[in-house]
């Protein structure tokens, strides 16, 4: 549940954030009332996508069985935790300057023509793209829906996330007063990196139990390293949490740190490239200047 909290909670205020920009940047123009009427169709077109790409996957398990289905499950995991780990680094390059590019692409499009599609289309793909990476890293808890308990548990934990959502979002808004949005940015950011370690880990788990269940690998991959379980167990209530948005394991194998550390050092190396990216082009105006 608290993973699905965080997840609807981060993704909606990021598609607030572009929402918000374009609603602002239209409410002092004179033909606002028609560009509204845009922004607002985009939006339910977006929630369209995110609804369609959910039954898609729904309809995909449902029909593969056995080993394919397993594989698409992995598949799905893992691409979830690479997606995650993208978007972090999307963000970091487009986060302070999203406002001016997303203000300049929509002046040039009502240049000419005057067409307000500019407006309908980014919002339609930022409702649809945080709505499909929702959907995409919560797809292990879609899996499990199966009750009339577990789908009320799901749906609490989404209203939650979203009422939330909209109470960080008035805050973020009121200009720095109660958090400022470098500072939700840098928190998020972290506890997104531990939700793609916790995804991957998940992915790699079911990966040893079914495909690779039958492999004959190094007994050190199903050792025990020690037993915390005593202490908080990862069946427990707060266990579980931290096991859904951190990947704690109260009795790690072998195989959960290998690849846990094998997914902390390939995020570290592609955090430290993206860093000297951005710094070599700063480097190379300064030498250009002086």
Known sequence: MGQTIFVVCRESIEALLVIGILYAWMDGRADAATGKKWLFAGVVAGFGLAALLTLTLIGVSDLL????????????????????????????????????????????????????????????????????????????????????????????????????????????????????????????????????????????EKLLGGPLAATDLPAWLYSNVWDMSSVLSDSSVFGNLLASLFAYRSQPIGWDLAVL??????????????????????????????
Not at 78 to 93: C, G, P
Not at 172 to 201: D, H, N, P, R, Y
């Open 65 to 204: 069985g056995g080993e394919s289905r397993a594989w698409f499950e992995i598949g799905m995991l893992t691409f979830a935790s690479a997606l995650i780990v993208q978007m972090v680094l999307w963000m970091r390059v487009h986060g302070r300057t999203l406002k001016k590019e997303l203000e300049a692409g929509l002046e040039k499009s009502l240049q000419g023509k005057k067409s307000w599609w500019g407006v309908f289309f980014l919002a339609m793909i930022a409702v649809g793209r945080e709505g499909s990476e929702t959907v995409m890293f919560l797809y292990g808890s879609l899996l499990q829906l199966g009750t009339l308990a577990s789908y009320v548990s799901f749906f609490s934990a989404v209203a939650i996330g979203l009422a939330l959502a909209m109470v960080l979002f008035y805050a973020l808004q009121l200009g720095g007063k109660f958090i400022s949005w470098k500072w939700f940015f840098k928190v998020t950011e972290i506890m997104l990196l531990f939700l793609g370690s916790a995804l991957f880990l998940a992915a790699s």
């Open 261 to 290: 550390g094998a997914y902390w050092v390939t995020v570290t190396i592609i955090l430290k490239w993206q860093m000297k990216a951005k710094v070599a082009p700063i480097a190379q105006v300064t030498v250009e200047q002086a």
